[in-house]
């Protein structure tokens, strides 16, 4: 038995349908002392991990030519929304590749 089947988790309202492929804002909780704020992050997603309450995706952009990821769990509270930008079409469910390629090359075709 794993602990994350003793935990009960119910679905964020506030995070819509999307997949890998795709360009998503996720704006989530930043704790800095006492005070809180709210902080954006939105790139592509290149994998979705698991199901369940332990799963998980990771969200890539480039800012100032160096690659950022960011991996976020699916049911964490600190996740305040998460708007999808726009539908990317691909044919795989891990886009590793990309990490390997910069500017035109690392386009993604939008979904019609």
Same mark, same amino acid.
């Given at each position: ?13 506030? +995070? ?16 800095? $002392? ?17 199901? $369940?309450? $332990?799963?998980?995706?990771? /969200? ?5 030519? /160096? $690659? ?11 996740? @305040? ?5 726009? @539908?990317?079409? /691909? ?12 500017? @035109?090359?690392?386009?993604? @075709?939008?979904? +019609?």
């Amino acid at each position: 038995m794993d602990a994350h089947d003793l935990l009960v988790l119910e679905n964020n309202s506030n +995070i819509q349908d999307f997949s890998s492929g795709d360009t998503v804002r996720v704006n989530i909780t930043i704790k800095e $002392g006492e005070r809180e704020r709210e902080q954006a992050f939105q790139g592509v997603v290149i994998r979705k991990r698991g199901n $369940g309450n $332990g799963s998980s995706f990771t /969200v890539r952009r480039v800012s100032n030519d /160096v $690659g950022v990821e960011r991996t976020f769990l699916t049911y964490s509270p600190l996740i @305040k929304s998460l708007e999808v930008v726009k @539908k990317g079409k /691909v044919r795989r469910a891990r886009l590793g590749y990309l990490r390997g390629l910069s500017g @035109k090359k690392a386009r993604i @075709k939008e979904k +019609i």
